[in-house]
T-cell receptor, first 115, second 119 residues
């Protein structure tokens, strides 16, 4: 089966500009996650969707970050305006709730550099 | 915040050596889940194992084995006879179960251990 697809793989912007990342999860996976991984750190959950509803966005900086999952399939994460500290890899993951294994399937990530 | 600590930032071994990656976690919960993920240079995290807090049995899968000890809040990972392909960043993580079972994905990750296996 096809894995989690993310784009773009790399993005360089200047501070105060905006950027959007796209994610297409594994077909049939109801739950989708966006994680932020700063260099040298473990990933941190930003937002979790189940179908097209938000389950957890407690760690999403809502003054500048937004995410949506229209139609319960693919998702977009937006940052506007970007700050230097937003430089990170943004990982999308999905999981199948039917199995409850706890296994998340991750994409290769979108690396953001803010200058 | 309840942390996951991987004290070893980097480990370097020669092929065929055994290596153990340490993980210590904090929790106030009775039911929780522990995970190990591998992140190769390509970037995607790959699931290796999940254990729940009620199952302290050690597990072996090929060259991989895991030692879960609630008494010391540790969940260590051993690779036997390491290979160059094992070179990656390894993350330990924990999740807490909430009603509805929707919190599996809210993983708290450790800082990761960079493992380099030299030929």
């Amino acid at each position: 089966e096809a894995g989690v697809a993310q784009s773009p793989r790399y993005k360089i912007i200047e501070k105060r500009q905006s950027v959007a990342f796209w994610c297409n999860p594994i077909s049939g996976h109801a739950t989708l996650y966006w994680y932020q991984q700063i260099l040298g750190q473990g990933p941190k959950l930003l937002i979790q969707f189940q179908n097209n509803g938000v389950v957890d966005d407690s760690q999403l900086p809502k003054d500048r970050f937004s995410a949506e999952r229209l139609k319960g399939v693919d998702s977009t994460l937006k940052i506007q305006p970007a700050k230097l500290e937003d430089s990170a890899v943004y990982l999308c993951a999905s999981s199948s709730d039917r199995r409850y294994t706890g296994e998340l399937f991750f994409g290769e990530g979108s690396r953001l550099t803010v200058l | 915040a309840q942390k996951v600590t991987q004290a070893q930032t980097e480990i370097s071994v020669v092929e065929k050596e055994d290596v153990t990656l340490d993980c210590v976690y904090e929790t106030r919960d009775t039911t929780y889940y522990l995970f190990w993920y591998k992140q190769p240079p390509s970037g995607e995290l790959v699931f290796l194992i999940r254990r729940n807090s009620f199952d302290e049995q050690n597990e072996i899968s090929g060259r991989y084995s895991w030692n879960f000890q609630k008494s010391t809040s540790s969940f260590n990972f051993t690779i036997t006879a390491s290979q160059v392909v094992d070179s990656a960043v390894y993350f330990c993580a924990r999740a807490v179960e909430h009603a509805g079972g929707t919190s599996y994905g809210k993983l708290t990750f450790g800082q990761g251990t960079i493992l380099t296996v030299h030929p």
